[in-house]
């Protein structure tokens, strides 16, 4: 009955490698998202999409490539990865619109260790 | 742009006593709402509580309550009756019609047995 999973939650790869982290929901939402989360916690907003159209691309190299293949579903594409690419990604689900309080649901997380 | 400040990196506090986390925040939306999330060592995000910026009431859940002055931008946790269980990372987040949350850098809270 999970609400919002992504798999892998452990990713360890090396640098220059291509990966992907798989993001599903089955709230009925309409907007998922990509958050990542540094070493020192901190969470910035990366991506956002609305019925599989793009409505947020927060400044994040184009080495990082989104995928919505339906409202579901919400893919995460990154190409020669980087040291700094190490961190908990997590992707969230919320229901927007005038009437909804655009709660966002996330998911347990994805640990992503480049070496 | 939209800001979110929590100044304080840690708080301990005794089980059973009340605390409370601080938080501001900035916005130019004039619908929007502030949520504090919950992080334990699980990484797991948990919502605790929601506050909708048009209502004047605040938001309370069970143990959990908020001191929402708008005016002063200001969104505080107050925490009743602390439990072990509360132990964990909270982050204060700034949301609205523009889809995305704008987290704090959140703060350390420890519960003393």
């Known amino acids: 009955d999970t609400a919002v999973s992504q798999t892998p939650k452990y990713l360890v790869t090396q640098m220059g490698n291509d990966k992907s982290i798989k993001c599903e929901q089955n709230l009925g939402h309409d907007t998922m998202y990509w958050y990542k989360q540094d070493s020192k916690k901190f969470l910035k907003i990366m991506f956002s999409?609305?019925?599989?159209?793009?409505?947020i691309n927060e400044t994040v190299p184009n080495r990082f490539s989104p995928k919505s293949p339906d409202k579901a579903h919400l893919n995460l594409h990154i190409n020669s990865l980087e040291l700094g690419d190490s961190a908990v990604y997590f992707c969230a689900s919320s229901l927007n619109g005038p009437s909804e309080s655009y709660e966002q649901y996330f998911g347990p997380g994805t640990r992503l260790t480049v070496t | 742009a939209q800001t979110v400040t929590q100044s304080q990196p840690e708080m301990s506090v005794q089980e059973a006593e009340t605390v409370t986390l601080s938080c501001t925040y900035d916005?130019?939306?004039?619908?929007?709402?502030l949520f504090w999330y919950k992080q334990p060592p699980s990484r797991q995000m948990i919502l605790v509580i929601r506050?909708?910026?048009?209502?004047?009431q605040n938001a309370t859940e069970n143990r959990f309550s908020v001191n929402f002055q708008k005016a002063a931008k200001s969104f505080s946790l107050k925490i009743s009756d602390s439990q072990l269980g509360d132990a964990a990372m909270y982050f204060c987040a700034l949301g609205g019609a523009n889809s995305k949350l704008t987290f704090g850098k959140g703060i350390t809270l420890s519960v003393r047995p």
């Open positions: 999409y609305n019925n599989k159209e793009l409505i």
């Open positions: 916005t130019s939306e004039s619908d929007y709402y």
């Open positions: 506050q909708e910026a048009y209502k004047q």
